[in-house]
């Protein structure tokens, strides 16, 4: 008896362990979906292989990509985010940076693709979510969350004109990077400007960062000059790439060319060729002559502060409210009303620390001053040519002034030829 009962005890463990091990088995055939007997079925009598067979067969036929992939780390700004779906339609895409802000973007008319309205941000994590349904109304779900260029890893140019405006015939395009270029041939290769008058334009680099346009002679009036940066993804050095995929188009007004003679103290104004007027003017004094060439009116200013201590000459002057000021030079060279000389200076004597004065008044509230005069009929981009003048002519770089630098050396500082 007492050995029946031990056996007994026995045979019972035995088939708990064997039901244990069955257990285990069990578990392991229904993972594995063995559909033999009873084994592997759900709670509804279907195999996982039948489950996962049925779910298959009602899966949605979209198909949607989204770039950037989930873990970019550089992407554009201007392009590289876009979704697209093949055999169905976006139904919804919704595209957030990290504080959840929304990015406005459009789902193409067909519904296969979307895109943002806008630029992205430099260096801004996205997150893009779509929504898709294929022609029976199953919907299909994408997500991707990727970061943009950062501003130490892309550069930008910073140019002049403005898109939209109207500058004067000697108006170049000039490009200012915010890194230097040493791949310059990649990224002159990928900026065309072009004109509506058929002119060849060269660009020609000044240094690493600086890029400037135009044609052999001035732009002829009345045409269009487009340009076209296509930088996104051009490599400007090793790791460092563009962002900009801009267009941008200006017109040229009116060619008109001031001539100021130093030596006779006269400014000569001939616009489209014809003399509009000649004006008494005073210019460098034989201390701090004005510089000779052709100089590009850059900005204007009805009225603005000049202050010696910026350009050199150190406690010598500071007048903050200089009339009808138009910048001819980086360095400071102005052409502008001046009310503070006496009007017997104009036309007879050289006064200035290197500018070109006309007569004016304090306020800059006469219309028939010279200084007004000559600052209502100017455009930027028109040129003041000086001559006569016992300095040297001014520095190509010094301003927008490359018109006094010789074609073939112009030609020979691009980087893809003429």
């Not at 229904?30 to 559909?35: F, K, L, P, S, V």
């Not at 010598?316 to 009808?324: G, N, Q, W």
Request: glycine fraction near 12%; include cysteine; proline fraction near 3%.
């Amino acid at each position: 008896m007492e050995m029946r009962v031990m056996t007994d005890g026995k045979r019972r463990k035995g088939m708990v362990a064997v039901a244990a091990v069955l257990g285990g088995v069990l578990t392991l055939a229904a993972c594995g979906g063995d559909d033999d007997g009873d084994k592997g079925k759900d709670g509804h009598g279907k195999s996982q292989s039948q489950v996962d067979e049925a779910a298959a067969k009602n899966a949605s036929d979209a198909r949607i990509t989204i770039t950037p992939k989930t873990g970019t780390p550089n992407a554009g700004i201007n392009k590289d985010a876009k979704v697209t779906v093949s055999d169905g339609k976006l139904t919804s895409v919704t595209m957030t940076d990290a504080a959840g802000t929304p990015v406005k973007g459009t789902i193409a008319a067909d519904g296969a693709s979307w895109k943002p309205d806008a630029q992205l941000e430099r260096a801004t994590q996205y997150k893009i979510v779509a929504e898709a349904k294929d022609a029976d109304g199953r919907k299909a779900t994408g997500n991707s969350s990727f970061t943009t260029v950062a501003p130490t890893n892309s550069f930008i140019g910073t140019f002049t004109p403005e898109d939209g405006t109207t500058v004067g015939v000697g108006m170049p395009v000039s490009i200012r990077f915010d890194k230097a270029v040493t791949n310059k041939k990649d990224v002159q290769s990928h900026i065309t400007v072009t004109s509506s008058s058929g002119q060849k334009v060269v660009g020609h680099w000044f240094d690493g960062q600086r890029l400037d346009f135009r044609p052999q002679e001035y732009w002829k009036a009345g045409s269009t000059v487009t340009m076209k940066l296509k930088l996104d993804g051009v490599e400007a050095s090793n790791g460092v790439t563009g962002v900009q995929d801009k267009t941008v188009t200006f017109k040229i007004g009116h060619s008109q060319v001031s001539t100021v003679d130093a030596k006779a103290h006269t400014m000569t104004v001939v616009r489209d060729g014809k003399t509009l007027k000649t004006i008494p003017i005073s210019a460098g004094s034989a201390e701090n002559p004005t510089y000779n060439g052709q100089m590009v009116i850059s900005e204007k200013f009805k009225e603005t502060r000049m202050n010696g201590d910026t350009v050199g000459f150190k406690g010598e002057y500071d007048i903050d409210d200089v009339p009808h000021a138009m910048r001819l030079s980086t360095s400071g060279t102005f052409i502008h009303g001046n009310y503070w000389g006496s009007d017997s200076i104009f036309g007879s004597v050289n006064t200035s620390h290197g500018c070109v004065g006309l007569n004016d008044v304090k306020g800059a509230g006469d219309p028939n001053q010279d200084g007004a005069w000559f600052f209502e009929n100017s455009q930027v981009g028109d040129i003041v040519e000086v001559k006569n003048s016992p300095d040297d002519t001014i520095k190509p770089d010094n301003g927008l002034n490359g018109w006094n630098m010789d074609w073939s050396e112009w030609v020979a500082g691009s980087a893809t030829g003429a």
